[in-house]
């Protein structure tokens, strides 16, 4: 005996086994996010108050950049509309189109890794640095104009450098949740268009705290690191199918087309749930 | 997802080539097979060792109870050995050691021995066979959730070696503990526990996936949902309950695992100070957190233990009695409520953490709630006997002790479902008791019944009726020795994970009771005298393969249902001809029939 409705849907149920099974899966899916999701409130409901410069002990805001994520919001929406166009191509029977509208689509998964990677690049060069008087900023180190990754208090202090040359950040309206006064700053360096002062010497005698925006950072950096990585890693093994596919598809297309089309259709369910996860990861993280 | 094809599509003609014969070789035949018969009986082989394993771990456990701080023996030396002086210095268990061997035990029972019995095992091998399907809607899929679970084991096992030794913080590893232990190794048994765990995890969302699919898609003609056998039902639902209890697990499980490697505070609260000074870390994380997540598999998890077991023991009652089973379709209702229930009850394993009286109250009668359900389940089993003229084979004998077991844990669960008693008894050897006697006497009896019922169709031959005849008394009679003075301990304050048994406290004159301390020997020597009396049924599961008794048909318990439908054992394919179904699934005795059963597939 033959397994049956592999390609042709059961007449009762109406689909095929691998379209119940991906809906199947994506209910655990929604149910793992949801596990996160939930963790990210508990945590955020859980921590102290405290936002800029505070952002190691408190839920800090507006230190993601958010013109990015707006554009990786819509890098990604558009992947999920030319993975539709795709399997519509081949629903039609015209695979050079479908391989066209994929390889759009493609371009967008790399391309929304590619800017996340900078964007992490972008956290692991920032830091957050505690001093004895128990003020704080975050800033970028200056070392001899390099901007280098996952220091530490240690760092400096084994290359027994006696100060650093810090860019403060200046708290923008971002920095705050609706309603929170800003604090005034006073510095006689003047602001400069991204947000940051001119560089500042800052002694390391007077640092007690200096360490990268890395997960052990605080929670929320916690939170926000694991959920767009594993975010991350579903956007690379759906590009994964979806490019196997697209590259080696043609033989099956040939031999039984159906096959080949309800495999776009399961894969494209998917890409659509990794979309609808950013979705919602993007304004959690970068605009609450 | 994308597994439904096993060959090259290059063909030409789609799947018309799947079953031309040839015969395959050793390592696609047994390793790498996708037939969900040779899955099913990989699973369970796996697990029957893992079982054996967690037995073991706890033999050595229960010796240093009885007997605290004197060598264990036979293994003694052996263990200082392989795992250094601070876990078995001079052969005596040492405190870490007790504490990594008790997490290990329930971890590998848990994830490593019972749910890959019960679901993957008889879930595999008697699932498709009974709603008439040729094998797994994805069989390659189902080859790889073995293969995870495998490796999964393989983890799991080797953490015992990394420095410090395996998982030490409980089968529930709750932080703060669990980050903490260790965290002065980089690679230490906790990261290597989470691991192992991320990989089972993913192994039985596959299976559960598979499963669900299977049931929904592959069901015969004439295979309604009301003709479905109790044991498809409560592999449906077990399904479920993998499916969508065991993500928020991964999720926690990935956080910690981030905890514990990238030092980040999800489970870690501020101000955390230790032994050492306070703990450089950012603080700000929820122990709760760790908690509601754990549990929230958890709870749901212990009917993943006990379902697939009721579904076994229905089956065999069934056709034991030789009736109907006794309201079918309210048992079936019942397993979907404890299906939807099983999900609101998680925080009744955590009245004292301070959570709030609120949130008590509303899991508290939840917890009520889901009993309603188990207790029809249970009831209507009892009922089925009733008038019936009962044959007493191993497999009945197995099915009926199952009840009174099942019974005994459950009704000994209330008081721990209230919150008022469970401040009293948490943590304490009554907890032990109480789910001891669910899963060992419970669903171990119900897996145990299922081995010897399907047995002769997987083998052609039955399993000797007075080894088991042995096995079953034996077990029957220790368990009961192990377990019910467990009760009595914990009610006398006695507490669990205690590498003492707790000689320390009560010895030291807090309350000094040598009487419950003197009921450890009474259960470590019925432990022992247990793992003796499972050597008739290792004899007998592998004598039995070349010397046991040949079955007279394919169908030699007279069971209506279609397993007993194919060929013995089922081939490749599974049905010589398509089954197609015409009636319920416990058409027994029924007035006027030529005989006392009525297969599922007779037409008229
Ligand atoms: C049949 C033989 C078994 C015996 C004699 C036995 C005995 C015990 C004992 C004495 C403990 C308590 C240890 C302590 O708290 O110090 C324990 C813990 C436990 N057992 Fe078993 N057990 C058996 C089978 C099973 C099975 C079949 C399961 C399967 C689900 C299981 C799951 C557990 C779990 C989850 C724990 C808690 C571990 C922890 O504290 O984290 N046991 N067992
Ligand atoms: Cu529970």
Redesign the pocket.
């Known amino acids: 005996m033959e397994i049956p409705y592999t390609v042709k849907p059961r007449p009762d149920t109406g689909l095929y086994n691998a379209k119940v099974g991906i809906w199947l899966f994506l209910a655990s899916e929604v149910m793992l996010f949801g596990a996160l999701f939930s963790s990210y409130i508990l945590l955020r409901v859980g921590a102290p108050d405290g936002f800029w410069p505070d952002v190691a002990t408190g839920w800090p805001h507006g230190l993601l950049n958010i013109p990015i994520g707006t554009f990786n919001t819509a890098v990604l929406i558009i992947s999920s509309v030319t993975v539709v166009m795709a399997w519509a191509a081949l629903k039609q029977g015209d695979f050079s189109k479908f391989r066209r509208f994929m390889l759009v689509t493609l371009g967008c998964a790399l391309g929304f890794l590619c800017i996340k990677t900078y964007e992490y690049n972008e956290k692991f060069t920032h830091y957050v640095i505690r001093m004895k008087d128990g003020t704080a900023v975050t800033g970028h180190l200056d070392i001899n104009g390099h901007s280098p990754r996952f220091w530490t208090l240690a760092t400096i202090t084994d290359k027994k450098m006696t100060s650093v040359k810090v860019h403060v950040d200046v708290p923008n309206q971002f920095r705050y949740p609706v309603g929170m006064k800003r604090p005034e700053v006073s510095h006689e360096a003047g602001e400069h268009g991204g947000g940051e002062h001119a560089a500042r010497e800052i002694k390391t005698a007077d640092i007690t705290f200096l360490q990268a925006f890395v997960p052990a950072t605080g929670t929320f950096f916690a939170i926000y690191f694991t959920m767009t990585f594993l975010h991350g890693l579903h956007v690379f093994g759906g590009a994964m199918v979806l490019g196997y596919f697209t590259f080696f598809g043609r033989k099956m297309y040939e031999s039984d087309p159906e096959r080949m089309t309800n495999r776009i259709e399961v894969g494209g369910l998917f890409w659509h749930f990794v979309d609808l996860v950013w979705i919602f990861l993007f304004p959690v993280m970068y605009l609450l | 997802m994308h597994t439904a094809t096993t060959h090259a599509p290059s063909h030409g003609h789609g799947h018309a080539d799947a079953h031309e014969h040839h015969e395959p070789g050793f390592w696609s035949k047994y390793v790498f097979s996708t037939d969900h018969k040779m899955i099913g009986i990989q699973y369970g082989m796996t697990a029957l060792i893992f ?1 054996f394993f ?2 073991l771990l ?1 033999l050595a ?2 010796q240093q ?1 009885a007997y605290p701080l004197k060598p264990i023996p036979i293994v003694g030396n052996f263990l200082a050995k392989a795992l250094g002086d601070d876990m078995a210095k001079g052969g005596v268990m040492q405190a870490d050691l ?1 504490n990594a061997f ?2 290990m ?2 971890t590998i ?2 994830f490593l ?2 749910v890959p019995l019960a679901f993957g095992a008889f879930g595999n091998y008697v699932t498709p066979l009974q709603i008439g399907a040729p094998d797994m809607a994805f069989p390659r899929l189902n080859m790889a959730s073995y293969h995870l679970y495998f490796w999964g084991g393989v983890v799991m096992l080797a953490s015992f070696f990394v420095p410090g030794g395996a998982a030490k913080s ?3 590893s709750y932080s703060p503990l669990a980050t903490l232990a260790d965290r002065d190794h980089l690679v230490n048994g906790q990261t290597m526990w989470l691991i192992g765990m991320v990989l089972l995890i993913t192994s039985s969302l596959l299976g559960a996936v598979n499963f669900i699919t299977t049931i929904i898609q592959l069901r015969a003609k004439g295979m309604t949902w009301m003709r479905l056998p109790f044991f498809v039902w409560a592999q449906f639902v077990t399904g479920f309950l993998l499916l969508l209890a065991f993500p928020p697990l991964e999720a926690a499980g990935i956080m910690q695992l981030v905890d514990n490697v990238l030092k980040t505070s999800f489970f870690l609260p501020s101000g955390l100070v230790t032994s050492g000074g306070p703990v450089p870390i950012s603080g700000g994380g929820s122990p709760l957190l760790w908690q509601h997540l754990f549990w929230f598999l958890a709870h749901p998890e212990v009917y993943v ?1 006990i379902l697939p077991a009721m579904g076994v023991v229905s089956e065999i009652i069934a056709n034991n009695t030789r009736k109907p089973l006794w309201g079918y379709k309210s048992m079936v209702y019942a397993v979907l409520g404890i299906g939807f229930l099983a999900f609101i009850v998680w925080a009744h394993h955590m009245y004292l953490t301070g959570m709030g009286t609120k949130i008590s109250t509303f899991f508290q009668t939840t917890t009520m709630m889901i009993s309603i359900p188990s207790v029809i389940i249970l009831t209507a089993l009892f009922i089925s006997l009733w008038g019936g003229s009962i044959r007493f084979n191993t497999p009945m004998l197995f099915a009926l002790a199952f009840l009174p077991m099942f019974g005994i844990g459950g009704l000994t669960g209330l008081p721990l479902g209230f919150n008022a008693s469970d401040i009293y008894l948490h943590d304490s ?1 009554y907890v ?1 008791g109480h ?2 006697y669910v ?2 006497p419970g ?2 009896f119900g897996l145990f019944a299922g081995v010897y019922f399907w047995y002769p169709k997987a083998t052609g031959r039955y399993m000797s009726e007075l080894l088991g005849k042995i096995h079953f008394a034996g077990s029957f009679l220790c ?1 009961n020795l ?1 377990f019910a003075p ?1 009760f009595v301990q914990g009610l006398r304050g006695m507490s ?4 003492d048994g707790g000689a320390t406290y009560f010895g030291g004159g807090l309350g000094a009771d040598p009487g419950i301390l003197e009921l450890n020997k009474v ?1 470590t020597h019925s ?1 022992v005298l ?1 793992g003796f009396f499972q050597l008739p049924f290792i004899f007998n599961f592998f004598w039995s393969l070349y010397a046991g008794k040949k079955v007279e048909s394919d169908n030699p318990w007279s069971a209506t249902t279609l397993d007993w439908q194919t060929p013995t054992p089922p081939p490749h394919g599974n049905f010589a001809v398509e089954p197609v179904v015409y009636r319920g699934p416990y058409e027994y005795s029924v007035p006027g029939a030529a005989k006392d059963f009525t297969p599922q597939s007779q037409p008229g």
């Open positions: 079982l967690g037995f706890m456990m229960r109870l007790y008790g997490a035990h329930g029972m848990v021995a019972i409980g089968w529930t233990l050897y032990i789910f001891h899963v060992a669903t171990i368990m192990i467990m669990r994970r205690m590498y259960i432990a247990l």
